[in-house]
């Protein structure tokens, strides 16, 4: 099978080099690629969120399976155009993508279905939401309804700066068209789960549920980013048969009804409160950096799983999981999320890569010159393997310590807690 995988960033090379491992897969490009699925096979500069250049790309290069990483292009239509054509794709419809693409119809999607979430309200005037906001108790939670990069959200300690957020977004347009409505809602308290499933309409299959650090800083201080390090598996969790039935299945019947069938990863980022399980939100595709420690984690075939999936049933699908733990540590450039410098030489990734049990991820890295160079904010994932948490956590801190460049930033505390 010849695969293509469709993005540039951390996320996609980790899907790349587990595709690139499986039985079933005799080749993988990518589409744009970064430094390290190049080592892989072939890239393409091509726009991703344009669905006939991806379309074009995917039958000049006799691809039988296409895997979309980011969400931007789901949300766009390339899946659509990829099934007009009868190219299998691994990723959902650009209408049901909206379960991602905008945040007030993932609610009522939610609260349609009957799946456990905070109460909101959303709201294209700022007046309107600043008064909503009278009515929640802080900390305050505004969200830019549309795609922002996992940037567009707000946790407000005062009501003052709750109502700059607002301005931010609607007034300001700091998140451009994205931002021009806001959700208002209720903030969840408790500890946060990422949970991926392999849909295909009604069904899901389950993978390791993980954890990621959104915050830029050490103990959890600083901005919002889009996520400094993960790691699988958890101890916290209802088992996950139960989340199928509280969480997926609901809400895939729900699309279902609304004649917008899921096909593809469906990601349900909970809160474990006092009172159970509740939905954050929901993204259309693999999450990043979670993707990191819970690809590697899925032993047997992972081209034969989103083949099975891309094909429309995955009632009888199994998937092994390796019992082993995992957890990636972010590289990032100095100043992220807000401005930050590129084109930096990158040094140590030989020696990195070659600490037993540590897998380097590209994301944001480019060649130049003979050299890897840094071009995005977030620019490596370092993946530990180890016989529980702790373990995995010190491989992939040995392995991140090769890795250096003018301005790095890391967070040092990823899983620290439950690694003891």
């Known amino acids: 099978m010849r695969v293509l995988v469709v993005g540039g960033g951390g996320r996609e090379h980790a899907l790349a080099w587990r595709l690139a491992t499986s039985a079933s897969v005799t080749s993988v490009e990518t589409a744009p690629g970064n430094a390290g699925t190049d080592q892989l096979g072939p890239t393409h500069p091509i726009d991703t969120t344009s669905p006939h250049e991806v379309a074009g790309l995917a039958e000049r290069r006799g691809a039988d399976l296409v895997v979309i990483g980011p969400e931007a292009p789901l949300v766009a239509g390339v899946a659509d155009e990829l099934r007009r054509r009868a190219i299998p794709v691994f990723g959902p419809s650009a209408d049901a993508a909206r379960i991602e693409g905008s945040k007030a119809y993932a609610k009522d999607v939610m609260a349609a279905a009957g799946v ?45 700066e709750a109502h700059r957020a607002v301005d931010d977004a609607i007034v300001h347009q700091q998140f451009g068209e994205a931002g021009s409505r806001v959700v208002i809602e209720e903030y969840l308290d408790g500890p946060e789960a990422s949970v991926f499933g392999i849909a295909a309409g009604r069904e899901v299959v389950l993978l ?62 909970l809160v474990l409160t006092a009172t159970g399980p509740q939905v954050l939100e929901f993204n259309c595709r693999f999450g990043d950096p979670e993707t990191q420690v819970v690809v590697p984690r899925i032993a047997g075939d992972f081209g034969e799983v989103l083949r099975t999936a891309a094909d429309g049933d995955v009632s009888g699908l199994h998937i092994d999981t390796h019992e082993d733990a995992f957890v990636t540590v972010v590289l990032a450039s100095g100043g992220y999320p ?21 897998t380097v991820f590209h994301a944001g890295t480019r060649r130049e010159d003979g050299d890897i160079v840094t071009a ?16 995995a956590r010190a491989t992939a801190y040995e392995a991140a310590d090769h890795i250096r460049w003018p301005g790095q930033h890391r967070r040092n505390d990823i899983a620290q807690e439950v690694a003891g």
């Open 376 to 391: 995005g904010g977030r620019v490596l994932a370092v993946t530990g393997r180890g016989l529980d948490v702790a373990s």
């Open 338 to 358: 807000e401005a930050y410098e590129t084109g930096r030489r990158i040094d140590g990734l030989d020696d990195a890569g070659g600490v037993a049990g540590a």
């Open 116 to 160: 456990p979430t905070g109460s909101y309200g959303a709201f294209t005037d700022a007046a309107a939401a600043k008064e909503t906001l009278e009515g929640y108790a802080p900390p305050y939670v505004v969200k830019a309804d549309g795609l922002a990069a996992g940037k567009g959200v707000r946790i407000c300690p005062t009501l003052d």
């Open 208 to 269: 390791s549920p993980s954890r990621d650090f959104k915050r830029a800083l050490d103990g959890d201080g600083g901005p919002n980013t889009g996520g400094m390090g993960a790691y699988t598996p958890l101890q916290d969790l209802p088992e996950p048969a139960a989340l199928v039935d509280l969480v997926f299945r609901p809400v895939l019947a729900e699309l279902a009804e609304r004649g917008t069938p899921y096909h593809g990863l469906l990601y349900a980022g």
